[in-house]
DNA sequence: CAGAATCCAACTTGATACTG
DNA sequence: CAGTATCAAGTTGGATTCTG
């Protein structure tokens, strides 16, 4: 007897399509305002928390802060935090978040390749 | 002389972290809650309303309705209506829609690929 | 069938001020 | 420096109803 796709059996393979698959709830971190931007950032560079926040243009402390802890939960950021006085935090991507930067990155650099087409197309 | 990438001129070359890049803001079609899913759903397959809205897990009508519409601006879906009575009107992906979803597709399987490895890293 | 319109609830984000 | 706390404001999302 054969599987069907559309047997709600979860664990079979997951699928960002389905309501409440995991894939989902990651894919969020990854893809939320800030999200792709961080691991964008941090991609082949580590930084403190002032420097990241002054190279993604826009975020406030706030957004950051949340953002990167998010990332941390999901095993894509690195936390390091140096105990001395004035505080000296790093944050850098796990294996596990490069994975995730380069796809990420590979769609922006495609958006930005692509923006002139997209403005024209959008007549702009 | 050189140029640096610290250059606040714009047009040099669009670059997503930069707060007023169009890019950023076509970004946000694409990694908004439904962009990618839509575009997902519509990669190699052309779909009714409700067919898409079948495919795409948890998403209401207004959503849907207003994904599409802001994709269809952005150049990256087609959509085409066939007067009839009942209603009949088809969603497909333009060649920059493929492009897109090209991008976001092979995210969404890495995620899904790594969810495993991702959930044990948040301890689930 | 394919939506548009309306209303309202929930979540997100930002500004500002403050702390160890 | 690296954040947190608080509150205000904006945005998104859903349920429902309606229509050509």
Not at 11 to 32: A, G
Not at 49 to 67: C, D, H, N, P, Y
Not at 109 to 120: F, H, S, V
């Amino acid at each position: 007897m054969k599987m069907l796709d559309t047997d709600k059996k979860e664990n079979l393979r997951p699928d960002v399509l389905s309501e409440h698959c995991q894939s989902r709830f990651v894919m969020n971190h990854v893809t939320n305002r800030w999200g792709g931007l961080v691991l964008l950032a941090l991609s082949e560079e580590t930084l403190r928390f002032s420097a990241l926040r002054r190279k993604i243009g826009g975020v406030s402390e706030r957004m950051l802060s949340q953002t990167l802890k998010t990332l941390e939960e999901d095993g894509f950021v690195l936390r390091k935090s140096y105990d001395v006085v004035p505080p000296h935090v790093e944050y850098s991507l796990t294996p596990l978040g490069e994975g995730a930067a380069k796809h990420f990155g590979a769609l922006a650099r495609w958006l930005e390749d692509n923006l002139e087409e997209i403005m024209k197309a959008r007549g702009e």
